[in-house]
C-alpha cells in the first residue's frame, strides 16, 4: 500500500539531506512502527507520503499513485492524527467528528461506539474548549479513522494518555490494521511500537539504520543467554556453568534489588547440568532471556537517546 525508494529530500534553506535514500514498504493490514529522534527524518517522510512536500527525488507512493501528484482522491483514502490535533472550539467533540466526515466520500463509522470506547461518552457534546489535552488526542483518532481510510498515519497516537485509554487505542489501531489498512505510526514510545507494531524502522540522520519485526531485532542484538532468578542464599550461582550476579548487573533489567541471578549461555542449554541444577535449587522466581528491548537496541545502533 505505501512503497518507498531511494527517497530524498533537502528543505529549500538546509545545508544537507533531511532524507537520505531511505527504502520501505507497508503492505495493507500492517502497523509500521517509524522511530527515531526529533529531527531524523520522521516527520519529513510523513508529509511527503501526506502529499504536502514535494520536491523529493526517489519515489514515495500510496496505493500506486506517487504522493507528488496528490490530488482530493489521494487524500480521501488517508487518515491522519497528530500529536497537536486542530479542531473548531466553538463546536462540540461529535459535531467536530461529524464536519470533518462530511469531507470524505463514502461510507462512513457511527462514532458513538468510538466515543463510548474511548471514554468520551460523556463528553460528545461539550465544546472543545472543555477539552483535556488528552481527550483531544483521543478524539483525534476518531476524526482520523471515521471514514474508514485505507492508510492511516498516526503521530504519537498514545501521548498524552493514560494506560487504560492507551490500550484502547492501541486496540483500535490494530482493529484497523485487520480491515485492512496500512498504518504508518510514528512515536517516541518504545514500549507502544513493541505491543502495536508488525515492523519497526529506526530511522537516524535521514538514514535507516535497521528495520524488522520487534521480537526479531530483540533477538538479533540481545545477549544468547538465560538469566535465571531466585530469592537470594549463599547457594546462589554456585553452579559451575553459571555466573552469579546481584540485581545490580546489568542482566537484572527491572528485577528487584534483593534477587539474585545466575546466568547461562542459551547454547547448549539443555544439556547444561548446573542450569538443571539451578532450576530444582529452592526460591527459584523464573527464567527470562536477556533479549534486547527496543530502546537499547535504539542506542546501540544511533547512540542517541529518543527525546
Same mark, same amino acid.
Given at each position: 500500500?505505501i512503497?518507498?525508494?531511494?527517497?530524498? !529530500?533537502?528543505?529549500?534553506?538546509?545545508? %544537507?539531506e533531511?532524507?537520505r535514500?531511505i527504502?520501505?514498504?507497508v503492505?495493507?493490514?500492517?502497523?509500521?512502527?517509524?522511530?527515531?529522534?526529533? #529531527?531524523?527524518?520522521k516527520?519529513?517522510t510523513?508529509?511527503?507520503?501526506?502529499?504536502?512536500?514535494? #520536491?523529493?527525488?526517489g519515489?514515495? $507512493?500510496?496505493?500506486?499513485?506517487?504522493?507528488?501528484?496528490?490530488?482530493?482522491?489521494?487524500?480521501? #483514502?488517508?487518515?491522519? =492524527?497528530?500529536?497537536?490535533?486542530?479542531?473548531?472550539?466553538?463546536? *462540540?467533540?461529535?459535531?467536530?467528528?461529524r464536519?470533518?466526515? %462530511? !469531507?470524505?466520500?463514502?461510507?462512513?463509522?457511527?462514532p458513538?461506539?468510538?466515543?463510548?470506547?474511548?471514554?468520551?461518552?460523556? =463528553?460528545?457534546?461539550?465544546?472543545?474548549a472543555?477539552?483535556?489535552?488528552?481527550?483531544?488526542?483521543?478524539?483525534n483518532?476518531?476524526?482520523?479513522?471515521?471514514?474508514?481510510?485505507?492508510?492511516?498515519?498516526?503521530?504519537?497516537?498514545?501521548?498524552?494518555?493514560?494506560?487504560a485509554? =492507551?490500550?484502547?487505542v492501541r486496540?483500535?489501531?490494530?482493529?484497523r490494521?485487520a480491515?485492512g489498512?496500512?498504518?504508518?505510526?510514528? $512515536?517516541?514510545?518504545m =514500549?507502544?511500537?513493541?505491543? *502495536?507494531?508488525?515492523?519497526?524502522?529506526?530511522i537516524?540522520?535521514?538514514?535507516i539504520?535497521?528495520?524488522?519485526e520487534?521480537a526479531?531485532?530483540k533477538?538479533?542484538?540481545?545477549?544468547?543467554?538465560v538469566?535465571? &532468578?531466585?530469592e537470594? #542464599?549463599?547457594?546462589?550461582?554456585?553452579a559451575? /556453568?553459571?555466573?552469579?550476579?546481584?540485581?545490580?548487573?546489568?542482566?537484572?533489567?527491572?528485577?528487584?534489588?534483593? *534477587?539474585?541471578?545466575a546466568?547461562?549461555?542459551?547454547? /547448549?542449554?539443555?544439556? &547444561?547440568?548446573a542450569?538443571?541444577?539451578?532450576l530444582?535449587?529452592?526460591?527459584?522466581?523464573?527464567v527470562? $532471556?536477556?533479549?534486547?528491548?527496543l530502546?537499547?537496541?535504539?542506542l546501540?545502533? $544511533?547512540?542517541?537517546?529518543l527525546?
Amino acid at each position: 500500500m505505501i512503497r518507498v525508494r531511494d527517497l530524498r !529530500f533537502t528543505y529549500p534553506k538546509g545545508t %544537507s539531506e533531511a532524507i537520505r535514500g531511505i527504502d520501505f514498504a507497508v503492505a495493507p493490514g500492517e502497523v509500521f512502527g517509524f522511530l527515531g529522534p526529533s #529531527g531524523a527524518g520522521k516527520s519529513t517522510t510523513q508529509k511527503i507520503l501526506l502529499g504536502s512536500l514535494r #520536491g523529493y527525488s526517489g519515489s514515495a $507512493t500510496v496505493g500506486s499513485v506517487e504522493a507528488s501528484g496528490a490530488d482530493s482522491r489521494y487524500r480521501a #483514502g488517508i487518515g491522519a =492524527a497528530f500529536e497537536f490535533p486542530c479542531f473548531y472550539q466553538k463546536l *462540540t467533540g461529535l459535531e467536530n467528528v461529524r464536519l470533518f466526515a %462530511s !469531507f470524505y466520500p463514502g461510507p462512513k463509522v457511527d462514532p458513538r461506539p468510538l466515543f463510548e470506547r474511548l471514554g468520551l461518552a460523556d =463528553a460528545m457534546d461539550w465544546r472543545l474548549a472543555e477539552y483535556s489535552k488528552g481527550m483531544r488526542m483521543r478524539l483525534n483518532l476518531i476524526r482520523a479513522v471515521i471514514h474508514r481510510p485505507r492508510v492511516l498515519f498516526l503521530d504519537e497516537p498514545t501521548s498524552g494518555l493514560d494506560p487504560a485509554n =492507551a490500550r484502547v487505542v492501541r486496540d483500535i489501531v490494530r482493529e484497523r490494521a485487520a480491515d485492512g489498512a496500512a498504518v504508518f505510526l510514528t $512515536t517516541h514510545d518504545m =514500549a507502544a511500537a513493541d505491543a *502495536t507494531c508488525d515492523r519497526v524502522a529506526f530511522i537516524v540522520d535521514g538514514r535507516i539504520a535497521a528495520c524488522d519485526e520487534p521480537a526479531a531485532l530483540k533477538r538479533r542484538y540481545g545477549k544468547r543467554a538465560v538469566v535465571v &532468578d531466585r530469592e537470594p #542464599g549463599p547457594e546462589v550461582g554456585a553452579a559451575a /556453568g553459571g555466573s552469579a550476579a546481584g540485581a545490580s548487573d546489568g542482566a537484572s533489567d527491572g528485577a528487584s534489588e534483593k *534477587t539474585a541471578q545466575a546466568e547461562y549461555p542459551l547454547d /547448549g542449554l539443555a544439556d &547444561d547440568a548446573a542450569f538443571i541444577a539451578e532450576l530444582r535449587k529452592p526460591g527459584l522466581l523464573g527464567v527470562r $532471556t536477556l533479549d534486547s528491548s527496543l530502546d537499547g537496541i535504539f542506542l546501540r545502533l $544511533t547512540g542517541k537517546e529518543l527525546v
